[in-house]
Every structure is written in C-alpha cells, then in structure tokens.
C-alpha cells in the first residue's frame, strides 16, 4: 500500500514511513493511494474487537508488519481497554445508540488510535535502531492519550503541547503526573490553534525536523486514523450490517473522517453528521462552502474548541477528486484567511456529511435530559452530538452518536448540568494527589526549539 501527500508534493510513502512522519513534507496529509474494500461484512459480527481490528487494519499497513507483529501489537493495546467489549453500543432511545469510547487508560476515544499506534512505533523503532522525537499539540485528549500510551516506550521521546489553562485539570494531570523521563508536558501561552500551528512550524523547518527525526501522532497522522476505522465496523455489525447514520462530535475532523473510510471501504453508512460546539467553521463550511477561519471561543466541550480543523484536508482532497494542486492552493489561501469550496467539491461533501451545532445551553440541557431519560451521564463533547443526532433521528434508520470522552474527565461541565460530579473510575483514584511536571513555554517556535533539544533524553 503506497502513500501519497494531499498536496501532491512530497515524496510516496509505505505505511511505518507515513506513520513515523505524520505530516508529509509538503506540509500536506498522507492518504492511501486506493482504499481498500473489505468483503465478508455479514460475518463480522461476534467477532472480538481485535479481530475485527486486525481485518480492518491489515490492508493498510502492507509490509510494514507481519501478521504477528499486527496482532501482537493489537492485542497489546486493546489489552489496555477496560471493556470486554472495547467499544460498548448503548440504546438510548428507539432507533439511538450511543458508542462509548471512552473505557481506555484515558477516558477518550483517543486510546483507541494511540495505544495501537505506540505499539507499532515500538516494533518499527526496536527494528530499525532509529530514534525519534515525538511533539504534539494537544487541546487536552490527544495529549493525555499520546503520553500514557508512549510513556516509557524506548528511543521515543514525548512532548505535548497543551493551551495553558485552557483544558480541563483531569486532562492536565494525566499529561502532568506520569514520572516516566521519556514524557514532557508544556504548557504554551495561547489556544490549541496556537499550539497546532507551532507544531506545523517545527515540521515545516526541515533542518530540524530531521536533527531530532521529529514524529508526529496528531490526529493527522494516517496510522491514528486507520485505528478509528475500526469501531465504525463493530458498531455497524452489532446492528446487523444496515443502513446507519453516524453523528460525530467533531473538532480536528478525524474521528468523523475515520467513518468517511469505513464507508469507502464498504460499510453501510448512509450519513456522517458533523456536530460542533460554536466553534462551527466546519458547519459553516459544509452549510455555506465558505472555510472561513474566526477565532476561538472557549466553550464546555473544550475538545473541539477549534477552528482550523487538519483533517478537513484529506476530505477536500477527495472531494476534489485527488487534486493535489487544488488543495494545496486552497492552503494557501487558508493563510490569508479561508477560502470558498467549489460548486463540486461541496456537492461531493454534501452526499455524505450533514452538519450542525449546539450551544452551552443546549449541550448542558442534553446531559440534564438524557438523565433523566435514560440514566447516562454524559460528558460535554457526547452531549453535542447527541443533541444534534437526535434532531437528525429518521424512522427505520439507526443512529449511533459516538461517546468520545467519560463524564469524569469533564466533571465542571457535568455538575452545572445535574449537580453531581461524575467519579473517576478506580485506575485514576490517585491522580489527584501525584506531584506535576510542567514547564511554561511562550507561543514561539524558536523557544521551543532550543526547549526540546534541551531536554531530549538522548
Ligand atoms: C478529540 C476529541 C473530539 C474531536 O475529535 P476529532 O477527531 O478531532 O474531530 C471530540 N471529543 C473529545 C472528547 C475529544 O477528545
């Protein structure tokens, strides 16, 4: 399985090359050449999740890894998963299902993708000797998965920037307290976007991408996606292969692109609903086809508190019908601001997103009423899309809204809607009292340089 960049400018890469780099050199996303279709769907169901992961997986990942090494390193993740299930399907109400995602180290659905991607770094690096170091930006899951999945993994080291103040203090704990030296948690003046976009400085600055062999596990790396696709497959054979809408509580659009796979790659789904907090630019720009970046509003589902969403990219690129040149002109112009998408490419997107968004109101309007409806705590982000999913409910089709995190990992958000703090479950019970480690950084690529050479560990 061969690689190719959305802008059409770096080189092709396999699957271990794709997933050591993250980010193509050219500034674009890496997709896969041809997506792959899977057959025997009907007897997918029963199947034990790392089953079902291994088929969906392989095609991907080539000769990257032997089917031993595949299954090896899956069953070592989801090991990690504390479900027997792995990804539960709940009712919530006649035709709604809610897919929880959230029974990981970290209570996000980020496990899913980092646990496994960990797993594999650590079979490609052990083989090959090399070293790397890994930065990521973080508006606080994908920090706190990448850190308890990559913590104490040899010739890797980790460094996650997160928007000081600006995630929740469960989040900043589980990024702050593991004492594994391999592991470095900063804490940057300014938004996620901020974050996001040094991190994009640091990969477009080659010289040093290549001194410290920077690695990048955001939700733009292609391994993390591919791990994602897998639940869209269990959670579609639980409910006997039919048509199914899917609504996805969305931020960087990789969850939701993860489903636009699944369905490429032959699943039933008939519609992917983006939901989004007031951090809308991707309703806007599904609803109007303008891409237009404004600015961040912090909000109680912190997660997709977003507005340039990477993944979008890979989307546009297939909607554009693989126009490499296109995309990477509509970057340029997402510099100057945003763009508009064309009269095609909208229409493509349209076949299979919907969108919408919620308020605070509503979002906390939905933990209060799902209470009472069902019993399900749920947290911020799962409101969002539970809100939209149940405006976008059709008889005879079912509806499966992705739970992304536990209501424990948001626990203000929750008590101003019920008055009750969710508990965290008994493998966090310490996390409060473990000393942190942090270190403050400005918002400037060249401080953060000199801080991460600093610091390596080797
Ligand atoms: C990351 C995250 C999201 C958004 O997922 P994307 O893949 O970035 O769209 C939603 N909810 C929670 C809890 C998250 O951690």
Redesign the pocket.
């Known amino acids: 399985m061969r690689y190719v960049s959305t802008r059409g400018q770096a080189p092709v890469l396999n699957f271990e090359q794709a997933m050591l780099s993250g980010l193509a050199r050219d500034g674009g996303l890496y997709l896969p050449e041809t997506i792959p279709t899977l057959s025997d769907l009907d007897q997918l169901d029963g199947l034990s999740y790392e089953e079902v992961a291994f088929r969906v997986v392989r095609p991907f990942t080539g000769d990257s890894f032997t089917d031993e090494e595949l299954r090896g390193a899956i069953d070592r993740a989801y090991a990690r998963i504390s479900h027997d299930a792995r990804a539960p399907l709940v009712q919530l109400a006649p035709g709604h299902h809610l897919l929880e995602l959230f029974h990981g180290p970290t209570l996000?659905?980020?496990d899913f993708a980092m646990q496994l991607i960990a797993q594999l770094f650590q079979i490609a690096l052990t083989r090959s000797g090399q070293r790397i170091t890994i930065v990521g930006a973080t508006s606080?899951?994908?920090g706190s998965a990448a850190i308890e999945a990559f913590r104490g993994i040899d010739n890797v080291d980790v460094f996650i920037m997160y928007p000081h103040g600006r995630v929740s203090e469960v989040q900043r704990r589980q990024m702050t307290t593991p004492p594994a030296a391999n592991v470095h948690a900063l804490a940057v003046t300014g938004h996620f976007d901020d974050c996001q976009a040094r991190l994009k400085d640091l990969f477009n600055d080659h010289a040093f991408r290549d001194h410290v062999g920077l690695a990048g596990v955001n939700?733009i790396n292609w391994a993390r996606v591919v791990a994602q696709i897998v639940y869209y497959f269990t959670a579609c054979a639980s409910l006997g292969m039919r048509s199914t809408d899917f609504c996805v509580?969305?931020?960087?659009?990789?969850?939701?692109f993860a489903g636009s796979i699944a369905r490429q790659m032959g699943l039933p789904i008939r519609r992917l609903i983006v939901a989004t907090n007031q951090n809308d630019i991707l309703h806007r720009a599904l609803s109007q086809g303008e891409y237009r970046v404004g600015t961040v509003e912090p909000s109680i589902s912190p997660?997709?508190d977003i507005q340039v969403s990477s993944n979008f990219e890979r989307a546009l690129y297939l909607a554009y019908g693989g126009d490499a040149g296109a995309v990477a002109q509509l970057m340029d112009e997402l510099k100057a601001g945003g763009f508009t998408i064309s009269q095609g490419a909208l229409q493509a997107l349209r076949e299979q997103y919907r969108s919408d968004r919620v308020s605070e109101e509503e979002t906390l309007e939905t933990i209060r009423d799902m209470r009472e409806r069902t019993g399900e705590v749920m947290?911020p982000?799962t409101a969002v899309g539970v809100a939209v999913a149940q405006r976008h409910l059709e008889p005879g089709v079912p509806m499966v809204t992705l739970a992304?995190?536990h209501p424990a990992k948001f626990p203000d958000a929750v008590e101003r809607a019920i008055g009750i703090r969710p508990g965290l479950p008994p493998h966090l019970a310490e996390l409060f009292d473990l000393p942190e480690r942090v270190t403050r950084v400005e918002n400037d690529v060249e401080a953060l340089k000199s801080l991460i050479l600093d610091r390596r560990t080797q």
């Open positions: 996000a659905f980020k606080g899951d994908t939700s509580p969305t931020g960087n659009f990789g969850d939701i997660s997709m947290c982000h992304t995190a």
